[in-house]
């Protein structure tokens, strides 16, 4: 701004003082051409029509804070692990993304309505010119954004002012507690280390029966799970249990001469790549396939990655049979399952 747009006499600091915020924001825009028609409240201030705007607009501010609240609670304390016994979980992200939503559209709503309702409706027109501030300028810019503020009712509004930091710093709050997810210790029970199989542990299948040597044919494949409780639910349990076919030679990896009984092998059924399941075994060529990469394990060389995207070995499970004939593990895995992670050093 130049002070080109009206011709103004020059003023000096103390004319300056003498005037108030909103005579010095007519100053500053007559001087850079801008003339205001009209500023026109919607309602007349301190009236009941105006309260009553604002109750309406503290109270969108309100509803985005409880919202806020309702998402931590729901994050905190609703039930999100799966339970065949407890159906509740598949509510977890449905009422996580209500919540937030209704916060966020809350919120927006507030802003709008305050606006529409308690903001006055300005007209100005001004012409374009070019140039650099002066001092006039500086000031009578300072005393526009103060009046803008003024404009908006926050000094005065009090209820709209404490309603409008509640809301908005409950949306800050709802984006930094997920983040606690994240700085969870992963070593405080070495989770990445460890999976619930046992030595002793039989293997089982989804409904829960204990497998056998003979259940399976030469060239077959069964997923079985930890015999343990919810292990057929746990993320880290799924085996796959496969029996080579009797004239197939089997490599060993160096340290798991021993894992295998007879020709049955056992590998976690965890893809290396990026945690898919690695759920498809072709008896044929004895490949174990990720069906969500393509990454192609051989089963007869202790599940070596031979194609795809995948780098290392599945982890092989060592197993044995017990006294009554039931498949059991001899101990956990050696190494832990799934992808990569900066702690994990490397088994092949």
Not at 206 to 232: I, K
Not at 267 to 280: A, N, Q, R
């Amino acid at each position: 701004m130049s002070g080109e747009g009206t011709s103004q006499p020059a003023r000096t600091a103390a004319d300056l003082d003498g005037l108030s915020d909103e005579e010095l924001t007519h100053l500053g825009a007559g001087l850079d051409g801008v003339r205001i028609l009209e500023r026109e409240h919607r309602f007349a201030p301190g009236s009941k029509a105006e309260r009553r705007a604002e109750r309406l607009v503290a109270g969108c501010f309100v509803i985005a804070f409880l919202s806020v609240v309702g998402f931590i609670a729901v994050y905190l304390f609703y039930p999100w692990r799966f339970s065949l016994a407890d159906q509740r979980y598949f509510l977890y992200t449905p009422l996580l993304g209500l919540t937030m939503g209704l916060a966020l559209l809350a919120v927006g709503a507030g802003i709008v309505l305050w606006g529409k309702l308690l903001m006055p409706h300005e007209t100005a027109v001004q012409d374009r010119h070019d140039g650099f501030s002066d001092e006039t300028d500086r000031r009578t810019i300072a005393a526009t954004f103060r009046d803008s503020l003024e404009m908006t009712g926050l000094a005065r509004r009090s209820l709209l002012r404490r309603s409008l930091f509640l809301g908005s710093g409950a949306l800050g709050l709802m984006a930094v507690v997920p983040l606690g997810g994240l700085v969870k210790n992963p070593w405080a029970k070495k989770e990445l280390l460890g999976t619930p199989w046992k030595a002793g542990m039989r293997l089982v299948r989804l409904d829960g029966v204990a497998v056998r040597p003979e259940d399976l044919r030469p060239g077959g494949m069964e997923t079985v799970f930890p015999d343990v409780p919810g292990g057929r639910h746990a993320p880290d349990g799924p085996v796959m249990l496969i029996r080579l076919y009797p004239d197939v030679t089997r490599r060993p990896r160096a340290g798991q001469a021993d894992y295998s009984w007879g020709s049955y092998v056992a590998f976690s059924k965890i893809c290396t790549h990026v945690g898919c399941p690695t759920s498809l075994y072709e008896q044929q060529t004895n490949k174990i396939l990720c069906p969500c990469h393509q990454s192609q394990f051989d089963a007869t060389r202790d599940a070596k990655p031979i194609f795809g995207p995948a780098t290392r070995s599945l982890p092989m499970l060592p197993i044995t049979v017990d006294s009554e004939g039931f498949f059991v593990a001899r101990s956990d895995f050696r190494e832990p399952i799934g992808p990569a992670f900066w702690e994990r050093r490397n088994y092949d």
